[in-house]
Nanobody
Framework: QVQLMESGGGLVQPGGSLTLSCTAS????????MGWYRQAPGKHREVVSAITSGGRSNTADSVKGRFTVSRNNSKNTAYVQMNNVKPQETAVYYCSADHKYELDPLKYDFWGQGTQITVSS
């Protein structure tokens, strides 16, 4: 019913910046909240950030002040601007979305394919 397409991952140097995009298609009118979680090999899934269609948002303490989430509802797209990235943030980043209003991407019903971000010099 809903498909999520992620883009923007890749290799970035420590201290660098990049932006992830997530675009919803299909029955995207059912979507309220969108966000990201990340998972490194052998690690638990970790919330990064989330935002509702009305602009209410939150970010994890570990990324607060460096990552900024935003949304363009007319394009059915959410973005996370990632600044001053750290090597330990190397992981697969997954977009997720749901009709829920909660700001917790781990609880959402729809997942993207994931995009690899490698932070290395």
């Amino acid at each position: 019913q809903v498909q999520l397409m992620e883009s923007g991952g890749g290799l970035v140097q420590p201290g660098g910046s990049l932006t992830l995009s997530c675009t919803a298609s299909g029955n995207y009118f059912a979507i309220n909240a969108m966000g990201w979680y990340r998972q490194a090999p052998g690690k638990h899934r970790e919330v990064v950030s989330a935002i509702t269609s009305g602009g209410r948002s939150n970010t994890a303490d570990s990324v607060k002040g460096r990552f900024t989430v935003s949304r363009n509802n007319s394009k059915n797209t959410a973005y996370v601007q990632m600044n001053n990235v750290k090597p330990q943030e190397t992981a697969v980043y997954y977009c997720s979305a749901d009709h829920k209003y909660e700001l917790d991407p781990l609880k959402y019903d729809f997942w993207g394919q994931g995009t690899q971000i490698t932070v290395s010099s």
